[in-house]
């Protein structure tokens, strides 16, 4: 049985408590609410696209310690990336959470998902993946209304 | 013999009767505590069932062959069986249905469409399931009724101040006994009372309240009682909607099909009498024989018992909890175990109630973290989860010190 070290790795532990980029951005910003049925988190994403570059990403809102540390992690991720680079690491950071649905493209690889990595551990835990997604899903949906 | 000479249960039989209790996982028991969710089963039932199976299977009300005979007889002797559990006037007056959010379906829909007219009002309470909420704001959508809620005191009593003017002019008053987030036990003779007065029908969710204590339909006087089999030791997939003999005579069928009907020409059909009227389809001839099962041991142990029980265990708990943490855990609902079951929704150190129950589960202590299908209710609480630790007659102080135990190691992981 996996232990719950593989889950609440230290440098999860300092982006849950320590949250990078939290909080909202001014309209004309997107903003798209998240909910995980599950346990009933909610967040709220704002994104802020010029140029076809995410300029910035705000995110506010409650959540356990994996979807607030993912959430918090990907804004760091994301930030002042072209939106088909940031594509890519949201197909990376998916399959690494063994959803494929998206499927890889031959050149994701090359992305290097940095301190995402520490996330790996919630594969074992699959209910806890719906946390670790969440903040991406919103991402998704924000991205599509920006472009 | 007076009650006082017959001889308690012996709970630790009791506890050995369910054999996923007796499991390990890791080489440690399991410490179930999510009976409000679904109960765990009895050897007795299980084997109801599979006995039933092996030697008794056959389709019910169609076949004249003796072996279809007896499995009628036994899926209408657990009907007979509930309607006793409950003190229905007679078996006719329990509907089987798949389970209770079908129950409570059936009535807004049936009864809600036969009766409800745009600007109706129907009154629910702040602490309802959304299995008591949604059917209802679906009539909204359909007719455009009116929703009306009683609100809940500090400590997660009903509101009962207001409760004529809510109910002045309102068609239908809709009620948990039980609330299956804050464990608040509801004054239901009072509220259909109030229902009465005010020309209401009134229907009460009781899916936490039947399997923890006495039930009588007859004292209630309600319309409708709506609960489910799982939640009391039986299986899932059946369910129960009791409804007065007047009321379900005159309530319009709600899924049509086999079973329902007296007579089908082309032209249209007849409705078969109560409570095959209700009962559309092949019923869920094994569950409900399980479910039949499920009461026969419950009435073994006896209902008194197991609510006196589970208040001794409740006020241990709530003790034990505040005793070990003070101020650092919040125990939702009011603290006077007269008035609540249990069910024990908590806040602890600012841990979130998913990154509890996960680090629980390393100790095998199965809890629910989660909304508890009450958002409406969450969102007074100010939270968006909670875990929730209930109890069951098969749990015992033990269950109780490794949940208090547990919640320690949460705290070390996450330094608070």
Known sequence: MPGLEDLYREIILDHYKNPRNRGELPEPAISVEGHNPLCGDEITLYLDVADDIVRDVKVSGQGCSISQSSASMMTQAVIGRPVAEVRAVIRRFKSMMAIEEDGLEPSDTDISLGDLEALQGVVKFPVRIKCATLSWNTLIQALDQAV | ?416
């Open chain 2, 1 to 416: 013999m007076t009650p006082s000479a017959v001889a308690p249960p012996d709970w630790e039989r009791i506890r050995s009767d369910f054999p996923v209790l007796r499991r390990e996982i890791d080489g440690r028991p399991i410490v179930y505590l999510d009976s409000a969710n679904t109960s765990q089963k009895p050897e007795a039932v299980i084997e109801a069932m599979a006995s039933f199976m092996r030697e008794g299977y056959a389709p019910i009300n169609r076949s004249a062959y003796r072996l279809a005979a007896a499995a009628t007889d036994a899926f209408e002797g657990a009907r007979t069986k509930v309607a006793r559990f409950i003190n229905a006037a007679r078996p006719e007056e329990v509907v089987f249905t798949r389970n209770a959010t079908e129950a409570l379906n059936m009535v807004a829909q049936s009864w809600g469409r036969a009766n409800l007219r745009a600007g109706d009002a129907v009154v629910l309470t702040h602490m309802e399931h959304h299995a008591n909420i949604v059917p209802w704001q679906m009539l909204v959508d359909q007719i455009g009724i009116e929703l009306r809620f009683i609100p809940l005191t500090d400590d997660g009593l009903l509101d009962l101040d207001g409760l004529p003017t809510l109910l002045d002019g309102a068609r239908v008053l809709s009620v948990t006994a039980m609330s299956n987030v804050l464990g608040t036990i509801n004054p239901v003779e009072r509220l259909v009372t109030a229902g009465r007065a005010a020309d209401c029908m009134v229907m009460i969710d009781a899916c936490q309240s039947v399997p923890h204590g006495i039930t009588d339909v007859q004292a209630w006087g309600a319309d409708f009682v709506a609960f489910s089999g799982h939640k009391m030791l039986g299986p899932s997939g059946i369910g129960v909607l009791w409804g007065s003999s007047e009321q379900l005579e005159l309530l319009p069928p709600f899924l049509g099909g086999g079973n329902m009907i007296d007579d089908v020409r082309l032209d249209g059909f007849t409705c078969a009498p109560v409570p095959a009227k209700f009962e559309a389809g092949t019923a869920a001839i094994v569950e409900a024989v399980g479910l039949g099962a499920a009461v026969d041991y419950l009435e073994s142990v006896g209902m008194a018992n197991i609510r006196r029980h589970e208040m001794d265990l409740t006020r241990y708990a709530i003790d034990s909890l505040r005793t070990r943490y003070g101020d650092d855990v919040v125990i939702h609902g009011t603290d006077n175990v007269e008035q609540r079951g249990g069910v024990l929704s908590i806040a602890f150190r600012d841990i979130h109630p998913h990154d509890l129950s996960q680090v629980l589960d390393e100790s095998n202590i199965c809890v629910r973290a989660g909304h508890h299908c009450a958002k409406p209710l969450m969102r007074l609480l100010g939270a968006n989860a909670t875990v929730r630790a209930s109890l069951y007659l098969y749990n015992d102080r033990s269950d109780v010190d490794a949940l208090v135990e547990g919640l320690d190691g949460a705290s070390d992981i996450f330094g608070l």
